[in-house]
């Protein structure tokens, strides 16, 4: 079969694999094909069991799989066949050198950018998937165009906004897709080209389009006020405590306000996640780069709010169980970095996994579909951690509870079974708010939520 358009996507992660099925999935006449340098990762993609979980994505990849969705491991003879190429490879957080643990680590976007260069023989469309400092397209297009000027690239930013747990429906239903393109002829005309291929599915007025950079800044400032909304409720979270205000009514009537909107505005043990830190710590780069140091202050301020809600929260787990946890066990519900995602990257359950050990607690950890991901993040603990299913087996024997991640199945749990199996007095620490407080206490359950008054037996 002819195919209309042949797209590449380099990098079939949670980014690349999810967008690339959709499109995949909504245009029969398009050939997709999603490339990565990980071999054992594109057999999964071409497997029953693919390599993320994700609410939906299964059904849609068997739909396209074989029809016109591809995933290969060939990328020198893809991108010579491709006529758009998608990069979605990681940027993660520099860990070495100039910008260590606050600028994007560009190694992976450099040479994708140069494999292109060299391999292409014909025109292409670059298009930014993954999330960059703003001016990446700039040296995109230095690094495409300095072997040979004959191919012409031209280079558009197109940020992704779905998120992880609700992908699918994220990309069927986007609040908007926003496409970047320099205001040139050929720049307009590759945006017109990208605009066609959305508007299969989506509707036109909900595709924007802007100049290459603002695109850019936006995906990094949509991130940033997202968890700048989360830290801010977590803030005040912690002012409730201390004063027998409720974090949920105080959501609700300030959420009742149309200017501000109800959304995200649920106090948690903290945001995690691959990209909010990542994000902030690149803006909080760039705008010190730029010698803006008091919108980088404040921009920084809401990573360092969020470190402080998840050690607060170990903190408080300590106390109320008379200061030491020593031999004690404590099973933590969810490992995840939120619900309906086996993704732990970044997740606050590292982070207090981590300090319980210190502590020298037994660890149970029990999450529906994180418990690989988990083991890896606390490899080297083996002796500490245990991983159980089922959070009836898991919770046995243990002194506390904690919630950790919003698994809808941990609201209907018969707490009164769990309270049996528990060693007394027996406590819950709900880092998510999603339990009937109330009824735990009446169980004989200790209660500590967040953002809200204790409720106790002593
Ligand atoms: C990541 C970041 O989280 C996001 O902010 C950014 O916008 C895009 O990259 P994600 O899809 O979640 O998004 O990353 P990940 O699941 O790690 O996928 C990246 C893929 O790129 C990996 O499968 C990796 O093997 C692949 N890759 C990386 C290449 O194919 N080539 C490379 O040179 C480097
Ligand atoms: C986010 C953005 O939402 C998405 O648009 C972007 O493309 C990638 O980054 P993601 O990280 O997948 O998506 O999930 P998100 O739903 O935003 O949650 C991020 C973190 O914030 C999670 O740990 C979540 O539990 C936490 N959160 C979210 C809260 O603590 N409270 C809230 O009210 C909402």
């Given amino acids: 079969m002819k195919f209309e358009k042949n797209i590449l996507c380099i990098g079939a992660g949670y980014v690349g694999g999810p967008t690339m099925a959709m499109i995949a999935y909504k245009c029969p006449l398009y050939k997709v094909t999603v490339v ?13 069991s693919l390599p993320i979980y994700e609410p939906g994505l299964d059904e849609i990849v068997e739909g396209a799989r074989g029809r016109n969705l591809f995933f290969s491991t060939e990328i020198e003879k893809e991108i010579k066949q491709a006529d758009i190429i998608f990069v979605s490879v990681n940027t993660p957080t520099k860990t070495f050198g100039s910008g260590a643990g606050m600028a994007a680590d560009l190694q992976y976007w450099e040479k994708t950018a140069r494999e292109i260069g060299q391999y292409a023989e014909s025109p292409k469309i670059i298009v930014e998937k993954s999330t960059l400092p703003v001016r990446t397209a700039l040296a995109m297009e230095r690094i495409l165009t300095s072997n040979d000027t004959r191919v012409h690239f031209e280079v558009l930013s197109n940020p992704e906004f779905l998120a992880e747990g609700s992908a699918i429906n994220d990309l069927e239903n986007p609040d908007r897709v926003l496409i970047g393109s320099r205001q040139t002829e050929h720049g307009l005309r590759a945006r017109d080209e990208l605009v066609e291929i959305y508007a299969n599915w989506v509707p036109r007025e909900r595709i924007i389009t802007s100049d290459t950079w603002s695109s850019e800044l936006s995906k990094l400032v949509a991130n940033a006020f997202l968890a700048q909304r989360i830290s801010s409720i977590n803030s ?14 105080v959501a609700k009537a300030i959420g009742m306000d149309s200017r501000i909107g109800n959304k995200f505005l649920n106090s948690s043990v903290g945001f995690g996640g691959s990209c909010f830190k990542k994000d902030i710590l690149n803006l909080v780069y760039l705008s010190r780069n730029y010698g803006l140091h008091e919108s ?6 809401v990573v360092r709010i969020n470190e402080y809600q998840t050690k607060r929260f170990v903190l408080n787990m300590l106390t109320s169980m008379f200061n030491t946890l020593v031999g004690k ?16 990257r970044e997740s606050p359950a590292i982070y207090i996994a981590k ?20 083991k890896i993040d606390l490899s080297g603990n083996e002796s500490n951690v245990s991983y159980i299913e089922d959070p009836y087996e898991a919770a046995k024997g243990c002194h506390a509870i904690a919630v950790v991640t919003e698994w809808d199945l941990y609201r209907s749990l018969d707490y009164e079974r769990i309270y049996r199996s528990m060693m007394k007095p027996a406590f819950i620490f709900d880092g998510r708010n999603i339990l009937d407080h109330e009824r735990l206490f009446e169980i004989g359950f200790n209660v500590f939520p967040i953002g809200k008054s204790k409720l106790t037996h002593f």
């Fill in 36 to 48: 990565d340098i990980d071999s054992t990762k594109i057999a999964s993609w071409n497997s029953d």
């Fill in 296 to 301: 980088a202050d404040y921009w920084e301020s």
């Fill in 355 to 374: 300090r319980l050990i210190e502590e020298k607690a037994e660890l149970v950890v029990t999450d529906p579909k994180a418990l690989k991901n988990a």
């Fill in 236 to 249: 005040i979270s912690a002012l409730c405590e201390k004063t027998d205000a409720n974090i949920s009514e």
């Fill in 329 to 344: 066990k404590v099973c933590l519900f969810g490992f995840a970095f939120k619900a309906n995602t086996g993704d732990t």
